[in-house]
């Protein structure tokens, strides 16, 4: 599917990546000699960074929200606070303490990868993020507004499927 009433997806498109460009395109900072080891060595591996490129647009308002932790003594594990579901008791806390665009379950975009031969080698899902625009975090989206989402290729795959959930 590839229009659910909160999202849509616009286009998408595979972006090929010698390590070097990969690794300026996240701001190495030149001259120091592990990144430049890195970039050699993956080089010589001849390694080819692919990142599938998502365009999407929301199609109802939404403003992205952090989720808040407390420790669950009885697991001695982070939960989540608040009434979300078992499905998000112990998402990474990483995902929560950065804010993403979570107004509804339908706003989680996915891809699913395939091997040569047809055969599934992966799904994952992941929910928008605020983009930073002239320095200042634009956390509000309203209908229209458009931005690009990345996930990245398993090596073994060579076809993909992007979808949004019904």
């Known amino acids: 599917m590839k229009d659910n009433g909160w999202l849509r997806i616009i286009d ?18 030149r001259g120091d000699k592990d990144w430049e080891k890195t970039i050699r060595e993956e080089t010589e591996a001849g390694i080819i960074y692919r990142t599938v490129l998502v ?50 379950y339908r706003l989680k ?27 200042v975090k634009k956390d509000f989206k309203v209908p229209g507004e458009r931005m690009w989402m990345n996930f990245v290729m398993p090596e073994n795959a060579v076809s993909w499927k992007i979808w949004v959930p019904k």
């Not at 998408?12 to 900072?29: A, C, D, M, S, V």
């Not at 647009?57 to 594990?77: G, R």
């Not at 990868?113 to 992941?126: H, L």
């Open 109 to 135: 975009v996915f891809a699913t990868f395939y091997s040569k031969n047809g055969v599934e080698t992966g799904t994952y899902d992941a929910l928008p993020s605020p983009q930073f625009i002239d320095g």
């Open 12 to 29: 998408e498109f595979l972006l090929k990546e010698t390590p070097e460009e990969f690794w300026r395109g996240i701001n190495y900072r």
């Open 55 to 104: 365009k999407i647009e929301f199609l109802k308002p939404c403003k992205a929200t952090s989720l808040e932790y407390e420790w669950d003594d009885i697991n001695n594990k982070l939960k989540i606070k608040g009434d979300f579901g078992t499905s998000l008791e112990y998402e990474d806390p990483f995902d929560g303490r950065t804010s993403k665009f979570r107004c509804d």
